[in-house]
Nanobody, 118 residues
């Protein structure tokens, strides 16, 4: 199983970024793919997840209305569109996969850094 994140970077507050999680090594269209984040000195927290078979989604309260998760099963890729970014969104963002819902974490990607400047 391999999960590869991309799309991180530096952005000003109020800006947007889109993260991608490219998956391989498992049956993509029957898993839950999650995004977690970990800020310095804080515990890792679930941000959003999507079930690739039925499209069910879940968002943590801090990102509701600003982040949108989607899945392209033909490309085995999950996206996280992040709008109206805030400095408190600064963290390393990780992609994870598993069978449970929400926020399974059986498999992890390597993480991608997002820094939001004020």
């Amino acid at each position: 199983v391999q999960l590869v994140e991309s799309g991180g970077g530096l952005v000003q507050a109020g800006g947007s970024l889109r993260l991608s999680c490219a998956a391989s090594g498992f049956i993509f269209d029957d898993y839950t793919i999650s995004w977690f984040r970990q800020a310095p000195g804080k515990e890792r927290e679930g941000v959003s997840c999507i079930h690739t078979k039925d499209g069910s989604t879940f968002y943590a309260d801090p990102v509701k209305g600003r982040f949108t998760i989607s899945s392209d099963n033909a490309k085995n890729t999950v996206y996280l569109q992040m709008n109206n970014l805030k400095p408190e969104d600064t963290a390393v963002y990780y992609c994870a996969a598993g069978r449970s819902f929400p926020f399974p974490n059986d498999y992890w990607g390597q993480g991608t850094q997002i820094t939001v400047s004020s």
